[in-house]
Nanobody, 118 residues
Framework: VQLKESGGGSVQVGGSLRLSCVASGRTSRDNYIGWFRRNDHEFVAGMDWGSGDALGNARYGDSVKGRFTLSGDTVFLQMDNLTTEDTATYYC???????????????WGQGTEVTVSS
């Protein structure tokens, strides 16, 4: 599986960005898609790829709950009400487990940069 993120950029505090993650290669709708950020692999959000969020099974890191929304067949991460703390490189990853642990994911994208300025 190859993953490619896009949609990063620079915004001001309070602004919004929508990141996308496109998968190619030997993809499977049974996979779980997760978003992480920074070198410490902070968990941002994740969902079962096959169902999108149709079953309401998306989960979010505590620091982004209520501001970020995950959805879509091409996996979108909608980020609203951004703060300077959200500045980071964001990575999408796929795996076979519904987990917040970055080391249990099998494939990773190259990342997309998000910069939030005041």
């Amino acid at each position: 599986v190859q993953l490619k993120e896009s949609g990063g950029g620079s915004v001001q505090v309070g602004g919004s960005l929508r990141l996308s993650c496109v998968a190619s290669g030997r993809t499977s709708r049974d996979n779980y898609i997760g978003w992480f950020r920074r070198n410490d692999h902070e968990f941002v959000a994740g969902m079962d790829w096959g169902s999108g969020d149709a079953l309401g099974n998306a989960r979010y890191g505590d620091s982004v709950k209520g501001r970020f929304t995950l959805s879509g067949d091409t996996v979108f991460l909608q980020m609203d009400n951004l703060t300077t703390e959200d500045t980071a490189t964001y990575y999408c990853a796929s795996g076979h487990l519904s987990t917040t642990h970055w080391d249990l994911y099998d494939a990773w994208g190259q990342g997309t940069e998000v910069t939030v300025s005041s």
